[in-house]
Each structure stands twice: as structure tokens, then as C-alpha cells.
């Protein structure tokens, strides 16, 4: 790690230059700060989200500092809104990084029994089927190139050990459970690396973000940093794991 001149700790990139990087989720939070880290390390960045003010609002800041990054207001639980997408991006759709960050958080009222239809339906179509939309979009044309790198954010409330599954936040939990094995699924379809792309699922730990609020224990740097690594590590047969500050932890 080294320090940015704002003081904030800083995951150290290898030159991007040449490389796209798609970043469902990167107007805010965790998504904004891996847009902003791999642009800085020379990538060209798609941000994607749902917001056109706040889209619009990263863009500008970024392109201000003179980092190469478009920005693009997408639902992505909308596989057509998202397919658009990618038809406007032209060549630069043939990406080499995907992070799968967009999400929101579920009612705090959200236990099994007492969550709605609705209420399930809005988590699980963009935590769950907007990162099915991104993967079968962006992904395979990695495959074909033979270099890929996707990283998806679950989270460890979903896990079926440790801090997780423990009840309440029911879509949110399922969502990422779901997330997980997407990931782990994908990465098996995918030989575990044989084709050079990696597909892998981070739990960053409670951040510092607008879903994770400021009293969260981590800052957005710290969450961001495995995500950043896997993001731009060498080829491997690790992978399709879920990982937690550069570890393998258990689903
Ligand atoms: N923060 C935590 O403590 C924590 C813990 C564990 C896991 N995670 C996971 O880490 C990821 C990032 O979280 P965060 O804390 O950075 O969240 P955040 O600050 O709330 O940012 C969420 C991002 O997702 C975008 N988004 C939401 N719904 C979307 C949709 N339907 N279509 C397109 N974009 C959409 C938002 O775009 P707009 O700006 O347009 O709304 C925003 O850029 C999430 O997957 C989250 O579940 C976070």
C-alpha cells in the first residue's frame, strides 16, 4: 500500500495502460473509488449507474482529473438498458476488468415473513440479475480474448459461515448468497483460470459508504483494496473464491 497525497492508503497498480475497465456501481462508493484507482493506474473506465445526476457527478470529477473515464446511467436489473450500453461503447465493450459493484441495501423491516414481493423483487433484480446482466454482456469477450479479470461484490452477511445467514435483511442476504455462487459457477464453467479469466467474489467488510453509513469501522480504500488486487493480478487457479483482504474465506 502506499499513500495518495490526501493521505488516504492506496492499493499500488500495475500500469493499466491499454487495458478497459467496466465498473457497474462506480458513481459511489466502493465502484467510484476502484474506477478512480484503476484510471489513475492508466485504464480507460466505464462507470455505470443508475442515477444520471450522480453518474454524471463522478464523471465530471474524474475526467477533472484528467483520468480517462466515461460514464453511463443504466439500471442494471434492465438487461436492455445495459445491452445499450454496451452498443454505445463500441470496442471499448471488449473489456479486460469488470467489478460488479452496483447494489442496494435491503428495508431494515426485511425478515423472510415479513418482507414483500416488491420489496424482494427490487433487491434481487439488481443485486442478483444485474450482475447475470453485466457477466453475460461484458464476459464473453474476455473468453474469447483469453484474458479477463471480474471481480463481483457479495458480502459476508451472506455467508453460510461466520457473520452470516444469521436472519433479517432477507433479500439482501440472499442476493449476495446468490452473488457467491454465481461467481463460484461461472468460475467453474470457466475451467478455474484454464482460460485466463478470472471470476472471483469479495466481501469488503462494513465501509464507510452511503449503504454502509459513516459510523462503518472501514474506509473505502481498505474494502477496496482486494477488489483492486484481484482486479489486476497475474494469471492464477485460484479463483471462483470468495475472498476477504487478499484471503480465501469460506462461503
Ligand atoms: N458498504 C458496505 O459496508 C458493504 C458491505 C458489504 C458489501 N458491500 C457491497 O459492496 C458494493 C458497493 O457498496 P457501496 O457501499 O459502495 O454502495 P453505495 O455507496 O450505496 O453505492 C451503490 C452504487 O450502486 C449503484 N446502483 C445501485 N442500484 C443500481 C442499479 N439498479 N443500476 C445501476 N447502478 C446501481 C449506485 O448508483 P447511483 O449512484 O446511480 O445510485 C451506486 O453507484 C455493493 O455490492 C454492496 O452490496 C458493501
Known amino acids: 500500500m502506499r499513500q495518495s497525497l490526501q493521505g488516504t492508503p492506496m492499493t499500488l497498480l500495475t500500469d493499466l495502460s491499454g487495458q478497459v475497465a467496466i465498473v457497474t456501481g462506480g458513481s459511489r462508493g466502493l465502484g467510484r473509488h476502484c474506477a478512480e484507482q484503476l484510471a489513475a493506474a492508466g485504464a480507460t ?10 453518474v454524471a457527478k463522478a464523471t465530471s470529477e474524474l475526467v477533472a482529473k484528467d483520468l480517462d473515464v466515461v460514464g453511463f446511467a443504466a439500471d442494471v436489473s434492465d438487461y436492455d438498458q445495459l445491452a445499450a450500453v454496451k452498443s454505445e461503447l463500441g470496442v471499448l465493450a471488449d473489456a479486460q476488468i469488470l467489478i460488479c459493484s452496483a ?11 415479513r418482507t414483500t414481493k416488491t420489496e424482494w423483487d ?21 473468453v474469447e480474448a483469453g484474458y479477463g479479470r471480474v471481480i463481483n461484490l457479495s458480502a459476508c452477511l451472506s455467508r453460510f459461515t461466520g457473520p452470516g445467514l ?3 435483511l432477507a ?27 478470472l471470476v472471483d467474489a ?22 477496496a483494496d482486494t477488489v483492486l488486487w484481484l482486479a489486476t493480478r497475474e494469471q492464477s487457479d485460484q479463483t471462483g473464491l470468495l475472498w ?3 484471503v480465501v474465506v469460506d462461503f
Open 45 to 54: 473506465v466505464v462507470i455505470i449507474g443508475k442515477n444520471p445526476d450522480s
Open 103 to 113: 447494489a442496494v441495501m435491503a428495508e431494515k423491516i426485511s425478515r423472510t415473513l
Open 122 to 142: 427490487r433487491v434481487l433484480e439488481t443485486n442478483l440479475n444485474g450482475v447475470f446482466h453485466a457477466v453475460s454482456l461484458f464476459v464473453p469477450s474476455m
Open 166 to 168: 444469521g436472519g433479517g
Open 171 to 197: 433479500p439482501y442476504r440472499i442476493s449476495k448468497t446468490a452473488v457467491t455462487a454465481l461467481t463460484r459457477n461461472l468460475a467453474a464453467e470457466l475451467q478455474f483460470g484454464a482460460k485466463n479469466v
Open 202 to 223: 469479495v466481501c469488503p467488510g462494513h465501509i464507510q459508504t452511503d449503504m454502509g453509513g459513516a459510523a462503518a469501522p472501514r474506509t473505502i480504500a481498505q474494502g
Open 244 to 246: 476477504e483482504d487478499r
